[in-house]
Protein backbone atom coordinates (compact mmCIF):
# COMPACT_ATOMS: atom_id res chain seq x y z
CA UNK A 1 0.00 0.00 0.00
CA UNK A 2 0.97 3.58 -0.46
CA UNK A 3 3.28 4.83 3.14
CA UNK A 4 4.80 7.85 3.20
CA UNK A 5 7.84 7.39 6.66
CA UNK A 6 8.65 10.85 8.26
CA UNK A 7 11.81 10.96 10.09
CA UNK A 8 15.08 13.05 11.74
CA UNK A 9 12.43 15.08 13.72
CA UNK A 10 13.90 16.15 17.41
CA UNK A 11 15.18 19.03 19.94
CA UNK A 12 17.27 21.52 18.49
CA UNK A 13 18.20 25.01 19.52
CA UNK A 14 17.46 27.93 17.91
CA UNK A 15 19.71 28.72 14.64
CA UNK A 16 20.45 25.38 14.66
CA UNK A 17 19.98 22.73 11.63
CA UNK A 18 17.78 19.53 11.04
CA UNK A 19 17.18 17.01 8.02
CA UNK A 20 13.76 15.77 8.06
CA UNK A 21 13.40 12.39 5.82
CA UNK A 22 10.11 11.11 4.20
CA UNK A 23 10.66 7.28 2.72
CA UNK A 24 8.28 6.87 0.67
CA UNK A 25 6.65 3.32 -1.17
CA UNK A 26 3.55 1.42 -2.84
CA UNK A 27 3.83 4.05 -5.70
CA UNK A 28 5.75 5.01 -8.92
CA UNK A 29 7.64 7.96 -6.60
CA UNK A 30 9.33 9.80 -9.23
CA UNK A 31 5.92 10.64 -10.96
CA UNK A 32 4.45 12.97 -8.42
CA UNK A 33 4.71 16.21 -6.69
CA UNK A 34 6.33 15.81 -3.03
CA UNK A 35 5.58 18.11 -0.33
CA UNK A 36 6.19 19.36 2.85
CA UNK A 37 3.90 20.30 5.46
CA UNK A 38 3.62 21.26 8.81
CA UNK A 39 1.51 21.86 11.72
CA UNK A 40 2.18 24.21 14.78
CA UNK A 41 -0.04 23.29 17.91
CA UNK A 42 -3.75 24.75 17.88
CA UNK A 43 -2.87 26.03 14.25
CA UNK A 44 -4.07 24.49 11.04
CA UNK A 45 -1.21 22.75 8.77
CA UNK A 46 0.30 24.28 6.54
CA UNK A 47 2.31 24.21 3.06
CA UNK A 48 5.98 24.59 3.60
CA UNK A 49 7.49 23.10 0.61
CA UNK A 50 6.71 21.50 -2.41
CA UNK A 51 8.93 19.71 -5.41
CA UNK A 52 7.96 18.58 -8.80
CA UNK A 53 8.52 14.98 -9.99
CA UNK A 54 12.08 15.62 -11.19
CA UNK A 55 12.82 17.76 -8.47
CA UNK A 56 13.69 20.67 -10.73
CA UNK A 57 11.22 22.80 -9.61
CA UNK A 58 10.93 23.86 -6.17
CA UNK A 59 8.01 26.33 -3.90
CA UNK A 60 8.44 27.69 -0.34
CA UNK A 61 6.47 29.06 2.23
CA UNK A 62 7.79 32.81 2.65
CA UNK A 63 8.44 31.97 6.27
CA UNK A 64 11.06 29.65 5.87
CA UNK A 65 12.86 31.07 2.15
CA UNK A 66 16.10 30.79 2.48
CA UNK A 67 16.41 28.70 5.15
CA UNK A 68 14.81 25.75 4.24
CA UNK A 69 15.77 23.52 1.30
CA UNK A 70 13.46 20.58 -0.36
CA UNK A 71 15.37 17.92 -2.43
CA UNK A 72 14.66 14.28 -3.73
CA UNK A 73 16.60 11.44 -4.81
CA UNK A 74 14.13 9.63 -6.57
CA UNK A 75 16.19 6.33 -7.20
CA UNK A 76 15.82 5.89 -3.33
CA UNK A 77 11.96 7.19 -3.56
CA UNK A 78 13.17 9.65 -0.37
CA UNK A 79 12.21 13.06 -0.12
CA UNK A 80 13.90 15.38 2.36
CA UNK A 81 14.06 18.74 4.12
CA UNK A 82 16.62 20.54 5.11
CA UNK A 83 16.11 23.46 7.71
CA UNK A 84 18.78 25.62 8.59
CA UNK A 85 19.17 28.58 11.09
CA UNK A 86 15.81 27.18 12.96
CA UNK A 87 13.62 29.90 14.72
CA UNK A 88 11.22 28.99 17.85
CA UNK A 89 8.50 29.38 15.50
CA UNK A 90 9.81 26.27 13.56
CA UNK A 91 8.11 24.28 15.82
CA UNK A 92 5.45 21.81 14.60
CA UNK A 93 5.06 18.21 14.03
CA UNK A 94 6.13 17.93 10.01
CA UNK A 95 4.38 15.94 7.18
CA UNK A 96 5.12 14.61 4.09
CA UNK A 97 2.25 14.60 1.99
CA UNK A 98 2.09 13.05 -1.78
CA UNK A 99 -0.34 11.04 -3.95
CA UNK A 100 -2.92 12.02 -1.67
CA UNK A 101 -1.11 10.01 1.40
CA UNK A 102 0.08 11.69 4.49
CA UNK A 103 2.94 10.82 6.34
CA UNK A 104 2.45 10.33 10.70
CA UNK A 105 4.25 13.26 11.27
CA UNK A 106 7.59 13.76 13.04
CA UNK A 107 7.79 16.30 15.76
CA UNK A 108 10.52 19.66 15.39
CA UNK A 109 10.96 21.31 18.68
CA UNK A 110 13.55 24.35 18.30
CA UNK A 111 13.96 25.61 21.78
CA UNK A 112 15.59 29.36 23.03
Known amino acids: QVQLVESGGGLVQAGGSLRLSCAAS????????MTWYRQAPGKERDLVAAINPAGSTTNYADSVKGRFTISRDNAKNMVYLQMNNLKLEDTAVYYC?????WGKGTLVTVSS
Open 26 to 33: GFTFSKYL
Open 97 to 101: YGRTT
